[in-house]
């Protein structure tokens, strides 16, 4: 009679060297989520004078497009030229001087593939990392017997976990 593997075991072991294998991308992935969270302040970024060429004439919400700033707003206008928060732009010129602020470019690139979407050319790494962190929950109800009392523990805890994540999403 053969010996069959149980479902356990074979959760166990992937669990185990898929952990090992994800250590890196998981390490990128806390650091940046926690970076993220401080996207609207200036925490740990610079700030950088940056002069830009632009097509003349441009409208204020077209110079805020050109430069990448979102909810970019007129201060004020005079002698054909526009001044906005942190720069200026010249209407007949097209010259457009600002400072924007960026991440240290390790951090910067690791938010960036933290945001990666369909037109990222890495979104896949993005969705097989989700996939394995929802095996990774799933393949953890397999690391313990459910006879013992650290699965039976383990339950209460995961009740916790889903009652704060209902508060939290709903509340």
Do not use: C
């Amino acid at each position: 009679m053969k010996n069959k593997k149980s479902t356990q075991f074979y959760m166990r072991i992937v669990h185990r060297y898929l952990g090992f294998f994800l250590a890196g991308i998981m390490t990128v992935y806390a650091l940046s989520g926690v970076v993220l969270i401080f996207r609207t302040t200036d925490f740990l970024k610079t700030e950088n004078l940056e002069n830009k060429k632009l097509q003349p004439s441009l409208t204020i919400n077209e110079v805020g497009k050109a430069l990448k700033i979102k909810d970019i707003e007129l201060v004020k206008a005079e002698n054909s030229i526009y001044y906005f928060k942190n720069g200026s732009y010249n209407t007949q010129t097209g010259a457009a001087q600002f400072t924007s602020k960026k991440l240290p470019v390790v951090l910067d690139k690791m938010t960036h593939l933290h945001k990666a979407t369909t037109n990222e050319p890495l979104y896949w790494l993005n969705i097989f990392f989700g996939v394995s962190l929802l095996f990774f929950a799933i393949s953890s109800f397999w690391m313990f017997l459910p006879k013992t009392k650290t699965f039976k523990k383990g339950l209460y805890y995961t009740l916790g976990g889903i009652i704060l994540t209902l508060i939290l999403l709903f509340v």
